[in-house]
């Protein structure tokens, strides 16, 4: 079926809209299509498709230009699809409501109707943010098209309640593998149990404290968390290898280097094998055009913990915040929803910068 | 293509013969029949089928009957069918020569050879003992025939290396589940990891002391394994869940009731659900059936500690061991392999019980 978006609906609405079409990692054609379909029809934008990635820019000549970012795709449903608005429709929600739909519904909304903003912008609408990197919609064009991601100042809509957050943390996966010797369980004694082996890896999980070291102004809070476990051969075999998969996030005064090697180093009884490393990014909210921003939408800019594309923006030289009307907190949980008046709050500062 | 049985060539070529019949779990067809037609050529033989499960019995009104039972399929091959002999022709390689082609050759040579043997004997050559206890034929056997499988003693001529070995272990398995809260791993103090709280679980396992309990003189020895371990929603996510399967393999002083509540207890901080539960058997061989047979074939009798269906014997009220040419260690092993001078000498001995 396909599916068509009214881009002349308030922003709370075409958030529910979005959210109604489904698109977890993997799946986001259909919600693609329609953000296509929608956005080719207004005429003051250049539409281009890369996969399931769009973007669109105004070509108005402006001397300064800058990038409204979101990703369109979402973690698996936890029977939390599609949304529900409360009664007095003030709250809405569903997978992917805070994170972020709604911050992509603002993204269109601006798109559809700011013929003539005072700065050029170019809107991205990207695939697969929520799984492993290589499949990442935006570092794909980064890497594919990095004159389309051009731009002076760039502002990610990822969930931060409504606050300009600076920099982001890194993430680093790794495996970490234990090895035992396969035996009969009725003759546990010949072999090693691997999975009880791995009872040390979780050891060193539960001790591990938190750094929360203060960057550029703004304080970061690591965590480190076992996110897979897997081990097992056969119900009568003792197991002769567990694997647990952690997930380090890590403040922007670490570089990816010293993340992986403090992980090899706190792990270092076992094989250590890293999945992905993606780097933080400091706040850099001393940059011109960031500082700007800031003033112009208000509030008191905080640290992002969370990984976002920041990283991405910092790493092509572009400043970049989040800013978006999604809650973070309560993103991939089974209860993630959003507050309308936080999006049509959004919707406004972002006009207003974009006029004044 | 029907395979025809030599039941006068000696045991170890019998042994070969039938190892070249394949029959891996659910297809011992081809086996079973080729038994069938070689068992109904014996005059003193009354031959019932079930399936692929046969019954050869003796009629001569002896006072005490006994029951020589055994499985006539193999675990999957490994490169290791048809078999092999070395040069010498002592040493016979091939899946199920130990586990257990040889018992069962040796019980065809006693059933065809022995008219008149000293007490009335019950042949039992089933299927379907290496895979889910409710397919397998002796099981099925003594629920839908247990007339067949009367007696006042049973031998089960699975691998003991020549040796008496009384009783079994029960095998219990159980699945105990951590609970957490799911969280974004940004910000994983939301959250409460199940994989880590599965640590708790492994400290039990890797803290855990086996009892090794004396019954009826001989010594067993209890396991308990972590056989599987599984946890994790996806790269990003604090998982909410984690699952630990444990197979407890207990001795047989220890009813399947007493098996359960002692698992329940370990783990009483956790959900646990019971997966599977066989009891064990006591050795018994303080009968007088089970004595006079092990004064007869000699030796020192030891307990067994894997589970057989000596287990299904007690369940009837049969005194029942386990003694047979095979070796257990190998058994299900790519290398499986049997000495020809156990299978003569297995024969022999019980030859020898069933004559004086």
């Given at each position: 079926?396909?599916?068509?978006?009214?881009?002349?609906?308030?922003?709370?609405?075409?958030?529910?809209?979005?959210?109604?079409?489904?698109?977890?990692?993997?799946?986001?054609?259909?919600?693609?299509?329609?953000?296509?379909?929608?956005?080719?029809?207004?005429?003051?934008?250049?539409?281009?498709?890369?996969?399931?990635?769009?973007?669109?820019?105004?070509?108005?000549?402006?001397?300064?230009?800058?990038?409204?970012?979101?990703?369109?795709?979402?973690?698996?449903?936890?029977?939390?699809?599609?949304?529900?608005?409360?009664?007095?429709?003030?709250?809405?929600?569903?997978?992917g409501t805070s994170d972020m739909k709604s911050g992509v519904a603002v993204q269109l909304r601006l798109a559809a109707s700011m013929a003539a903003p005072n700065r050029d912008v170019t809107y991205v609408f990207y695939d697969c943010e929520e799984v492993a990197v290589e499949r990442n919609g935006l570092y794909k064009l980064s890497r594919s098209d990095p004159d389309l991601l051009r731009g002076d100042f760039a502002v990610?809509?990822?969930?931060?309640?409504?606050?300009?957050?600076?920099?982001?943390?890194?993430?680093?996966?790794?495996?970490?593998?234990?090895?035992?010797?396969?035996?009969?369980?009725?003759?546990?004694?010949?072999?090693?149990?691997?999975?009880?082996?791995?009872?040390?890896?979780?050891?060193?999980?539960?001790?591990?404290?938190?750094?929360?070291?203060?960057?550029?102004?703004?304080?970061?809070?690591?965590?480190?968390?076992?996110?897979?476990?897997?081990?097992?051969?056969?119900?009568?075999?003792?197991?002769?290898?567990?694997?647990?998969?952690?997930?380090?996030?890590?403040?922007?005064?670490?570089?990816?280097?010293?993340?992986?090697?403090?992980?090899?180093?706190?792990?270092?009884?076992?094989?250590?094998?890293?999945?992905?490393?993606?780097?933080?990014?400091?706040?850099?909210?001393?940059?011109?055009?960031?500082?700007?921003?800031?003033?112009?939408?208000?509030?008191?800019?905080?640290?992002?913990?969370?990984?976002?594309?920041?990283?991405?923006?910092?790493?092509?030289?572009?400043?970049?915040?989040?800013?978006?009307?999604?809650?973070?907190?309560?993103?991939?949980?089974?209860?993630?929803?959003?507050?309308?008046?936080?999006?049509?709050?959004?919707?406004?500062?972002?006009?207003?910068?974009?006029?004044?």
């Open positions: 079926m396909d599916h068509e978006l009214d881009l002349r609906a308030d922003a709370p609405a075409l958030t529910a809209a979005l959210t109604d079409i489904a698109s977890v990692s993997g799946e986001e054609g259909p919600l693609a299509d329609a953000i296509e379909r929608a956005l080719t029809r207004v005429p003051h934008l250049v539409v281009t498709r890369r996969g399931n990635t769009l973007v669109a820019r105004t070509a108005l000549g402006r001397e300064e230009r800058v990038v409204l970012a979101g990703h369109i795709d979402t973690v698996p449903h936890a029977a939390n699809f599609p949304s529900r608005w409360n009664s007095e429709r003030t709250v809405l929600t569903g997978v990610l809509l990822e969930p931060s309640g409504g606050v300009v957050e600076g920099g982001c943390q890194g993430t680093l996966r790794a495996a970490i593998a234990t090895i035992g010797k396969r035996a009969h369980t009725a003759r546990s004694w010949m072999g090693r149990n691997a999975i009880h082996a791995a009872g040390e890896i979780l050891e060193i999980l539960r001790a591990w404290t938190p750094r929360k070291p203060v960057v550029d102004g703004l304080e970061y809070h690591e965590g480190l968390n076992a996110v897979a476990i897997s081990g097992g051969v056969a119900g009568n075999v003792v197991p002769d290898e567990c694997v647990v998969t952690v997930n380090y996030r890590f403040a922007p005064d670490r570089s990816e280097r010293a993340a992986e090697e403090y992980i090899r180093e706190l792990f270092a009884a076992w094989p250590v094998e890293i999945l992905d490393n993606a780097p933080g990014a400091r706040p850099g909210l001393s940059a011109l055009a960031a500082a700007s921003f800031a003033a112009a939408v208000g509030g008191t800019p905080r640290a992002k913990l969370g990984w976002t594309d920041v990283a991405r923006f910092a790493e092509l030289g572009i400043p970049a915040v989040n800013y978006g009307p999604g809650i973070s907190e309560i993103a991939h949980t089974p209860g993630e929803y959003v507050d309308a008046r936080a999006i049509t709050a959004a919707e406004q500062s972002l006009r207003t910068w974009l006029t004044l």
